[in-house]
């Protein structure tokens, strides 16, 4: 089955600067990769997300890469914000598989000021 | 106000009780999902459904059941019957088989002692 693994568990970085988290998967028939955001207690909200189709998405300060050659896809931060600290969750789907969402073990984000 | 609810926010169980999670939507989906996460772990999938009446076992059933009666709930039961239930559950969904974006409840914490 599919497996995700997500780099690194922990990032630091300081405000104004950019965050990159990066995720690899397994299953070549993966083609829905979403990047989910968490707050503490409470439930992952979806930030964007990236079909097999596309190379790159941006939203704002936020983009995703996906290298379907390497099995690989990352998302970026730019001019990160004290309110960006949070854990970060990638996540692969593959259509045969009923759309069953496997995720990444996270990466928990601070910024400083 | 659209979205997902759960309830309560904070559970506390003797060891060998059964309890029963609650999670309602209101944005018509037919899809809903449970999840458990661990601390510093990512999320495991439960169980999930598809469409009313019909539920199928994700990675980690053993000692869960659900129910899905209504379009709008999809209650989760941990029997005694698991290991270590204490965890954070989480209950999302989507609007349809196969289409990915799934949107997540605010969370039970449950502790068992």
């Known amino acids: 089955g599919e497996n995700v693994e997500q780099h690194p568990s922990t990032l630091s970085v300081q405000e104004g600067d950019s965050a990159v988290i990066k995720c690899t998967y397994s299953?070549?028939?993966?083609?829905?990769f979403p990047w989910y955001k968490q707050e503490l207690g409470k439930g992952p909200q979806l930030i964007i997300d990236i079909r097999s189709n596309v190379g790159e998405k941006k939203d704002q300060r936020i983009a995703v890469t996906l290298n379907k050659t390497a099995k690989h896809f990352s998302l970026h931060i730019t001019e990160t914000q004290p309110e960006d600290s949070a854990v970060y969750f990638c996540a692969a789907s593959a259509y045969n598989q009923g759309g069953k969402l496997i995720f990444g073990q996270g990466t928990e984000l601070s910024v400083k000021p | 106000d659209g979205g997902i609810t759960q309830s309560p926010k904070y559970l506390f169980r003797k060891e060998g009780q059964n309890v029963t999670l609650s999670c309602e939507q209101n944005l018509n989906h037919d899809a809903m999902y449970w999840y458990r996460q661990d601390p510093g772990q990512g999320l495991r999938l439960i169980y999930y459904s598809q469409i009313v009446n019909d539920f199928q076992k994700g990675d980690i059933a053993e000692g869960y059941s659900v129910s899905r009666e209504k379009k709008e709930s999809f209650p989760l039961t941990v029997t005694s019957a698991q290991k270590n239930p204490t965890a954070f559950y989480l209950c999302?969904?989507?609007?349809?088989?196969?289409?990915?974006?799934?949107?997540f409840g605010p969370g039970t914490r449950l502790t068992v002692t």
């Open positions: 299953d070549s028939a993966s083609n829905y």
């Open positions: 999302a969904s989507s609007r349809v088989q196969g289409d990915y974006e799934q949107y």
